[in-house]
């Protein structure tokens, strides 16, 4: 008995059919084109189109990169304001993504704050790009660039301040951390569920003062530099041992603001400020890239 050879199909074989119903339809669709008055596309689908060269303003701006332990979605704003909130997070965003000045990619948050005699807003107002993460243990560093090109304050000690901070929510350890020994402190109030670590970049020149579930690093001083964009680098995770005693676990959430404030403005005052953040990180510093940033400050 003869067994009888069968003949499979080439590769070849196999794609035509499909080559062909794409073929069909790349001519319905340049038909579908003609009749509404545009032109098709002189490429079929199953061919690359040509990679158009990079203009020289191009060239220099590369994408931000995805720095690996960054827990940031976003941090280089290339995608708009996607992964971003204002105020405690859930708020609305409160910053545009510009893509004048930049530190590097498309795009970099832009706050204003802008207050003028007659506002009848509080006493303490925050504009901040803000995110909300849940990462698997407290990150390292938090890091990145800002820069200002306005600063109109008012006179010392002044009531702007350019600031970075960072809650943890739902460590459920949180009263017992916050309750203060002082017996003349008010009891802590029993809905509290954070405790945060704030960073002063610039701004008042009197040292702030710490809260009930509030505790201050004060990078900087006065005004800010114009103009030019400035990283910092903040031990965030070894920040808060130091001044709270332990570091946050078991949490909810924690939830980074990267913001321009006012407190205790004055009566009839003006406040303007144009602030902008890029190349953000907040993560671990065993994962990180190197690339950025590359002026620490420790």
């Not at 498309?106 to 990462?135: C, D, F, K, M, Y």
């Not at 144009?274 to 671990?284: E, M, N, P, R």
């Amino acid at each position: 008995m003869i067994t009888p050879i069968l003949k499979h199909p080439s590769a070849a074989e196999r794609a035509g059919p499909k080559i062909a119903r794409a073929r069909h339809a790349w001519l319905a669709l340049a038909l579908i084109a003609l009749a509404c008055g545009e032109a098709p596309t002189s490429e079929a689908p199953d061919r690359a189109a040509p990679v158009q060269a990079a203009t020289p303003a191009q060239q220099w701006r590369a994408p931000t990169p995805l720095l690996v332990g960054n827990q940031l979605r976003n941090p280089g704003f290339e995608a708009d304001t996607m992964g971003w909130g204002g105020g405690a997070g859930h708020e609305p965003v409160g910053f545009e993504v510009v893509s004048e000045p930049v530190h590097s990619g498309r795009g970099a948050a832009h706050l204003v704050a802008s207050w003028q005699p007659g506002n009848r807003e509080r006493s303490v107002s925050v504009r901040s790009a803000t995110q909300e993460i849940s990462p698997p243990r407290f990150p390292d560093r938090i890091a990145g660039w800002y820069r200002v090109d306005r600063w109109e304050d008012t006179p010392d000690p002044g009531a702007l301040q350019l600031q970075i901070i960072v809650a943890a929510i739902g460590d459920p350890r949180t009263r017992e951390i916050v309750q203060s020994d002082d017996p003349s402190e008010p009891e802590v109030h029993p809905d509290l569920d954070n405790f945060q670590l704030r960073y002063q970049l610039a701004g008042p020149t009197a040292e702030p003062e710490d809260g009930a579930n509030i505790r201050n690093r004060v990078i900087g001083k006065g005004p800010p530099e114009l103009e030019r964009w400035v990283s910092f680098d903040l031990p965030i995770k070894s920040d808060f041992e130091q001044r709270w005693g332990t570091v946050p676990a078991n949490y909810r959430q924690l939830r980074a603001l990267f913001s321009v404030r006012w407190d205790d403005k004055e009566e009839g005052a003006a406040l303007n400020a144009d602030v902008y953040y890029d190349d953000l990180f907040f993560g671990f510093e065993d994962l990180r890239d190197s690339r950025t940033p590359d002026a620490p400050q420790s």
